[in-house]
């Protein structure tokens, strides 16, 4: 209780936060009281800014049903649902100052969500991704390979997520390469050439923990040929639910890397197209962490009060990224469990947790869902 | 014996739960509520009432339960002047895909009208539906059940047409479950000219509580009332074509509404906490909906949540099509009247099912009956929406389902 209260009386007297301020500090080094001072400022203050600019939050912001109680802290901000950016477009600009526009690809036969960025929205993304993944990997430049295909970035005005992702992560190297052909097929002669040519050199690889583990791994352990990327730097992300079936987790997943290139710097993150830049990455002790510039809070599903430390539940993400549209507090469909404030092993300080999976779908269906097959 | 030459899919494509391909030759069209039909239901009853494997499923039960002697013979006593009447003949039936049980009630309503049956069990493997066929299969054994062992076929494939071409070619009626989708993919199978199809397609249900008559119950019959509205939504996730989505409060004096509403919700919150498990998934997409409601219809005021188990939606003024307005879980929408004519601008095609709780039933079926218009096919209490009966849909099953010999 003592936390909150020394938040809450420090929060009306303090001046208005802005990301700027957030920047002073190394991403990882705010302790809780202190990040729900400032990244709590911050996000009250987009609160207002999405009230004002953007017609449908305000509706349901109005009529918002879960506070718990009226003081100003994080876990009282409204957290919209993500389907939400699939079935309506939310903007809080006018869309001439749209400049890009993130799709997610979504499950096939489902409307994907839009994501409208202006100018400052997209230029905070590439900043706070940079801060965040420069802390882990340096703020040198890397010669850098993309484990995917070129085709995924064919419109440049409207980005999949997955584009996004490579545009975003690509501005962290050069000289970078696309391992996969058109079809998918690992080329593994631009491969080799691009390790000789570097050699003794780090390499940055990103590619998609799904298209990594079918189309890197698997391909590498088909062919045979043996490829040392010891000095390699793998971040990956996107998510395990192609994979749970072949049942490869976390762990499995560096094991046979390693075991197959002698990779051992790989980076998981996690993070939501509608909350671009402020991505969760994964220490090396295998915990996600929330960076100073977002944060996760478990609800439970039964009434969506904060779930304590331990306890899995409904994965809501905050942001101080998101100013073009009302994104900066959502209530994911994932499900996941916060182990500690402050304490992780690594060092970093904030939220450190895990992510277990999906909802999934229970219901008792009725007569009318029925489908001829 | 037997009727015209037909052929049914050979065992090699087609899975027989019960009854054999051969069984064709010895099929017999008989009159309805056959004194064998009614012997054999009641032992059926009797045997799931007493089967340890059918006790761990509800739906299994109430089955069981409706077969028994004393519903038939109560049953038949409404059909006085059936001696001249006897089955049409083969009915195929297409069972919905998800209801487990819903193929059996469909296999007696044509039972008891004196048809072959044909039904096509969907193809997922649900234990309810093996259960029930070896219950049935064991008493086909004895041979006084013969008449209707050769009349019997459960069948089970997965999606094809040629199949399904095969068996509506020889069927002179088709009961059909499901979506408007299905619906219409298997009405466009080839049929024989005088062969008739009775659909049972995707439908929309409402209900209507008096104000007064909320403050007028004592605890027990509240309690009561809030179980049967249970029953009524939670028990099948709101799913069920019978389950109602929108609610009309009935009013006399404006000023009760509010207190009718929390007596009444909170009595049904007591037993929604107690009897009703909440997935993560269910929750999550009650609060996309309350969302967009917000945000997408104007005609709502109010939204309000108890627990994430009740979610209602307040509306001052009716939409177009009161379909549009679609809850699950738990979430409902709800509309003030003191004028109950409002029904008759409510009652689209696809409205079956009027539940009621304080409101006089005559006056209801009154203004059903004489609007001009063909929604709403049944009236019934809160809690027995989920009631199968043998008239459905607006059909009465036994005279949709035998023909007349007229003698003149």
Known sequence: MNQVKYYTQNFMSIKMYTLEDLDQYQPYSLDYNNKNLILGDILFGLEKLHNNKCHEYHKIAQNWMFKFSDEIKIENLPFIPVRLFKELELLSIDRADIRKTLTSSGTSGQTPSKIFLDATTASNQTKVLSRILSSFIGKKRLPMLIIDSKSVLKNRNSFSARGAGILGFSMFGYDVQYLLDDDFNLDFELLQNFLKKHEGEKILLFGFTYIVWEFFNNAIQKNGIPINLENGILIHGGGWKKMIDSAVDTHVFRESLYNKTKLQNIYNYYGLVEQTGSIFMECEAGFL????????????????????????????????????????????????????????????????????????????????????? | MGIQNITLPSSENVEYLVGHPSYTNQISIINPFNDTVIDFLSELSHSILTNSLAKKYSDIITFGYWCRSANLKKMKLSYPKVDNRKGVGIVFHIAPSNVPINFAFSYVFSLLSG?????????????????????VNKLFENPKFYTIKYNTFFIRYPHDDSITQSLSIISNARLIWGSDETVNKIKSFKTPSKCFDLPFSERYSLGIIGVEEILNLNESDLKRLATGFFNDTYLMDQNACSSPQFLLWYFQDENLIEKAKQIFWNAVNDKVLNDYDLSAKSSVDKLTWMCLDLVKRDEVIEVNVLKNNINRVQINSLPKSILELKGKYGYFYEYSTCDLNVIETLMDTKIQTLTYFGVEKDKLFDIVYNAGNIGIDRIVPIGSALEMGIIWDGYDMIYSLTKIIDLK
């Open chain 2, 115 to 135: 048809n072959v049956s044909i039904v096509r069990v969907p193809s997922k493997q649900f234990y309810q539906i093996s259960i029930v066929s070896s219950i």
């Open chain 1, 289 to 373: 962490h929330a960076s100073n510039y977002s944060d996760i809070i478990i609800r439970n599903h039964k009434d969506y009060s904060v779930a304590s430390i331990g306890q899995e539940g409904l994965v809501q993400l905050v942001s101080a990224l998101p100013l073009s549209y009302p994104g900066h507090s959502i209530l994911t469909e994932d499900l996941g469990t916060i182990y500690g404030i402050d304490n992780c092993t690594c060092g970093r300080l904030g939220k450190y947790f895990k992510i277990s999976g999906r909802i999934k779908n229970a219901e008792v269906r009725g007569c009318s869902d029925t489908v001829q097959k």
